[in-house]
């Protein structure tokens, strides 16, 4: 369970009343990642949502096949993953 007063900081949920919040409240889970960790690949099943509390994450597509190409960077009130989401469930980079 993630802290609702930590929700509330991002717009997605802007409009949301505390019951609302709650709900997601229930179902979100907090994690920790480390420097240079691979959160998630592209082109992978998409089943997760991301919202990030502080650090950064380099959001990345395949360049020419052998690196990969910065595209974004997600901090603090960012959200990623929006894939898991949205038809067709398969991430469009990696993390």
Not at 11 to 37: G, T, V, Y
Not at 63 to 90: C, L, N, Q
């Amino acid at each position: 369970m993630v802290d609702i007063e930590k929700l509330k900081g991002f717009s997605l949920f802007k409009h949301l009343n505390e019951r609302e919040l709650e709900q997601i409240a229930q179902i979100a889970e907090e994690e920790s990642s480390k420097k240079d960790m691979r959160i998630f690949e592209e082109k992978a099943l998409a089943v997760n949502l991301y919202l990030v509390l502080e650090g950064r994450v380099e959001l990345k597509i395949s360049g020419d096949g052998k690196e990969k190409i910065v595209i974004d960077t997600a901090g603090p009130g960012d959200i990623f993953g929006w894939s898991a989401v949205t038809d067709p469930h398969t991430f469009t980079a990696a993390a």
